[in-house]
């Protein structure tokens, strides 16, 4: 099956900063495997509109075979793990410009 790209975009908890601090370096790293890969188009985290230091979630937009494995590779995400996502919204996206 050829790869497309699919987005990801999760939503936080309240009062998640720490857990999101600790679980960042493994979060990191898997963003850094699919960078490696070429599958990377782009992420972040959204910052809040009135205190950039703060953040209500985050969008990653990378390649994957299927939407199945898209939402694999998802609920395997630290932030998941560590309870920093209240929920992840996940589509097809079709890279117009890049």
């Known amino acids: 099956m050829t790869e497309q790209y699919y987005m990801l975009l ?3 908890n309240e009062d998640v900063r720490e857990a999101r601090a600790q679980a960042r370096p493994a979060h990191l790293a898997r963003l850094e495997q699919l960078k490696a890969e070429g599958r990377l ?3 972040g985290p959204n910052p809040m509109p009135d ?7 985050s969008l990653i937009i990378a390649a994957f075979d299927s939407l199945d494995a898209a939402q694999e ?4 995400d630290p932030y998941v793990e560590a309870g920093v996502y ?3 919204l996940i589509k097809p996206y079709k890279a117009v410009f890049k």
Not at 51 to 57: E, N, R, T, Y
Not at 73 to 76: G, L, S
Request: glycine residues 4%; hydrophobic residues 40%.
């Open 10 to 12: 999760a939503t936080d």
């Open 73 to 76: 590779w998802a609920e395997q």
């Open 86 to 88: 209240a929920e992840m």
């Open 41 to 43: 188009l782009t992420a």
């Open 51 to 57: 205190d950039p230091d703060s953040v209500s979630g």
